[in-house]
């Protein structure tokens, strides 16, 4: 399935790995 991806929920995303990464480092 591959879906439209908007400018906004690839933000959001990044900003939920960078937090991600953070609690690991």
Partial sequence: M???VTV???E???VGL???LE???
């Fill in 18 to 20: 960078e937090k991600v």
């Fill in 23 to 25: 609690r690991i480092g």
């Fill in 12 to 14: 959001d995303w990044a």
């Fill in 2 to 4: 591959v879906e439209d």
């Fill in 8 to 10: 906004a929920e690839v």
